[in-house]
């Protein structure tokens, strides 16, 4: 109704419009017309016998002129004089006006307006159906996202269209930060993770590189944390790491060193690595004591109490720090660096920070050479065992041999196991490592045993690692099963630092192997701070008092008074006591006076091939080791 409204009313006015036009050019044409010289018929009229009149009102094209109407026949008064009207027909003056030039333009340029017209209503009702399919198609996307929308007051189609795209454009903005949220962001501390900090990284060092300004990396790693998984459990070291994310945020803070994405609204200078290692990026560090002053603050927020439910629990970290562009100049490579000066704070106390210098990278080069050479090695069993006797003080009667591992490596010779062997426990190496030791220790033990010496034991040293990760009775007992060895005859060596940390399961996998027949021995006696009243707890038969105190007794009467204390407990436990790193008669002496059964060291023998051990002890020897089930190792003064 609207519509038809609207279109009788522009048809009004443009008719309207038409006709008075018409009536304008009419009067002119009226007004400019000489009858004389006119093309247009004229005709006069007796002004006393004619009549004018004026048109009807419903004929605007005509108002405000005179009509004479005569036989049927409308003629325009154009001219009146004193005796004649002057009049030509209504029709010729119609005529000449609409074929008038001026007319001719005025209708075209009506015909353009009127084209340009319809033409813009078409357009426009187009329009409006493209808008209509667009609200059909834009409100089932809607319904499929779910989205509700809010009724509008004297809502339209563009309205409605508006406030669709207006929706939509919200949800695919939440949209587009979810999903790049859920993919850089670690899930648990909510701190974006590697891939997305070294992506942040690049862009940093790109800009550090355009304005020539200097950067600063920190490599932050947890000191214990493990200790609190094992103890407490994962859902407790979970915990921990998200108050740990928690502070160091709050250091970033204090520091003013945010840097949030606008997409994510994620902190991108603060990144989990992954388990309980993190990072913070400082960018344009003015002064060298910048990146220091926040590693000493994070140092500080990680050492405070961790309240978890009823429970305090301390832990530390070591932070490892390298500078751009003196560091390194590429993500990958500061991280690396700083990963290096972070290793180096672990070996040199741990709950501090290290700066990295090149002589770091160098011994980190070494670290990783090493470690690939031992993998080859492994593969190759590029590995021999040595042994040392441990000797009875009193007729330096063969008590055991400790297995040692040694490497000769084809290119540097040989390299000391305590330059590897912590290179293998780091990277479970020592697994693969172990499982050769005690096959080989077991088989040479077995050739010994049954060549009389069946009173002697094989001592092989286990790590923390091998008791974790090998069920160590089992694994145990099938390398005995595999060699023929008598259980009695082999003695497991464990430090006290890992005796005293184990769990309550590999307690009683120990206790089963002793049940078995297998010494158990607690080497390096003193130096796991463990209390005494411990010992009788652990599962244990022999214990090795640590080098350290045979080295200081005879000059420091305190070590002197310890090693005492040890050897009466010893006694009073039932327990063996040997004496380590015994090197001088004077040592030597001291120990058999304070009633240590048995030592070992270069005084005594460095290890020796196992060829050297049989020609020492078998050859010649026969009849003794026969009689006795041991041999003599004489010490050579």
């Not at 400019?32 to 247009?40: A, M, R, V």
Request: charged share 20%.
């Amino acid at each position: 109704m609207t519509k038809l409204f609207r279109i009788l009313s522009i048809a009004s006015i443009a008719i309207f419009i038409f006709c008075y036009g018409m009536n304008i050019l009419l009067t002119k044409q009226v007004n400019t017309i000489n009858p004389q010289q006119s093309s247009i018929a004229t005709r006069a009229f007796d002004t006393a016998t004619t009549q004018l009149t004026m048109p009807s009102w419903y004929n605007p094209i005509l108002n405000g002129h005179y009509i004479v109407r005569k036989d049927g026949t409308d003629y325009l008064l154009i001219k009146a004089t004193d005796t004649q009207f002057i009049t030509a027909q209504v029709s010729s003056m119609l005529n000449a006006t609409i074929l008038s030039p001026i007319n001719f333009i005025l209708l075209i340029l009506t015909g353009l307006f009127l084209t340009w017209y319809f033409g813009k209503q078409l357009n426009i009702k187009r329009e409006r159906q493209l808008i209509e399919q667009l609200n059909t198609q834009t409100k089932k996307v809607i319904e499929s996202f779910n989205i509700q929308l809010p009724e509008l007051e004297h809502a339209t189609e563009v309205t409605r269209l508006s406030q669709a795209i207006n929706a939509l454009t919200h949800h695919v903005a939440n949209y587009a930060r979810e999903t790049q949220t859920s993919i850089c962001q670690d899930k648990l501390t909510l701190l974006i993770d590697r891939h997305a900090y070294i992506e942040h990284l690049e862009r940093q060092l790109s800009d550090a590189e355009l304005t020539d300004i200097h950067c600063a990396l920190l490599f932050i790693d947890l000191d214990g944390f493990k200790q609190v998984n094992d103890s407490f459990g994962h859902s407790f070291g979970d915990e921990v790491l998200i108050q740990v994310a928690e502070r160091l945020a709050s250091v970033l803070r204090h520091h003013k060193l945010n840097d949030i994405n606008p997409t994510s609204l994620l902190e991108q200078n603060l990144a989990r690595l992954g388990g309980d290692e993190f990072s913070i990026f400082i960018k344009n560090i003015d002064s060298n004591s910048k990146s220091l002053n926040v590693a000493q603050h994070v140092l500080n927020e990680i050492e405070r109490d961790f309240v978890l439910g009823n429970k305090l629990i301390k832990i530390s970290a070591s932070v490892g720090i390298a500078v751009y562009p003196e560091s390194a100049s590429t993500p990958h490579a500061l991280l690396q660096m700083a990963d290096v000066a972070m290793y180096r704070a672990k070996t040199d106390g741990r709950g501090i920070f290290k700066v990295y210098s090149p002589e770091m990278g160098n011994k980190m080069r070494r670290y990783h050479y090493l470690l690939e050479e031992l993998r080859l090695a492994i593969a190759c069993h590029n590995f021999h065992l040595s042994f040392q006797p441990i000797v009875h003080v009193e007729d330096c009667a063969i008590d055991y041999f400790e297995a040692l591992v040694r490497w000769d490596h084809p290119v540097e010779g040989t390299i000391s196991p305590v330059e590897f062997i912590p290179i293998a426990e780091e990277s479970n190496l020592i697994l693969e490592l172990g499982d050769w030791i005690m096959l080989e220790s077991c088989r040479q033990m077995a050739a010994w045993h049954n060549a009389g010496m069946r009173k002697v034991k094989i001592s092989v040293n286990i790590s923390g690692i091998q008791l974790k990760h090998r069920p160590i009775h089992e694994w145990v007992m099938k390398k005995l099963a595999k060699t023929g060895l008598p259980a009695t005859s082999l003695m497991l060596e464990i430090t006290e630092s890992t005796l005293i940390t184990a769990s309550e399961t590999i307690i009683n996998e120990l206790e089963k192997l002793r049940k078995e027949g297998v010494t158990i021995a607690i080497d390096d006696f003193g130096t796991g701070f463990s209390s005494l009243s411990t010992l009788a707890d652990l599962p244990i038969d022999v214990i090795k008092i640590d080098r350290l105190f045979i080295a200081q007794a005879n000059e420091n009467p305190k070590y002197n008074e310890i090693l005492n204390s040890i050897s009466e407990l010893g006694t009073k436990l039932g327990l063996k006591i040997v004496a380590e790193g015994v090197e001088e008669i004077a040592q030597f002496d001291l120990v058999k006076r304070m009633g240590i059964s048995c030592v070992q060291g270069y005084l005594v023998s460095r290890p020796q091939s196992s060829v050297n051990v049989g020609s020492k002890v078998l050859q010649g020897n026969v009849n003794h080791i026969a009689a006795t089930g041991t041999g003599v190792w004489n010490i050579e003064t």
